[in-house]
């Protein structure tokens, strides 16, 4: 069933939904850390930086 499936998804399209579910996540949590970066930096809790 599978390859019935697959065959007519080109290659690239298939790489690139597995790419783009991979980069989504790690951009948001880049987001996030850059973000609780900036709330440390402006709290001035003298925590060393990560």
Same mark, same amino acid.
């Given at each position: 069933? #599978? =390859?019935? $499936?697959? @065959? !007519?998804? !080109?290659? !690239?399209?298939?790489?690139?939904? #597995? $790419? @783009?579910?991979? $980069?989504?996540? $790690? ?11 900036? =709330? ?8 060393? !930086?990560?």
């Amino acid at each position: 069933m #599978f =390859e019935i $499936v697959s @065959a !007519p998804v !080109p290659p !690239p399209v298939a790489g690139g939904g #597995f $790419v @783009a579910g991979i $980069v989504r996540p $790690v951009r948001s949590e880049t987001h996030a850390k850059a973000a609780e970066h900036a =709330e440390r930096k402006s709290a001035g809790d003298g925590s060393l !930086p990560e």
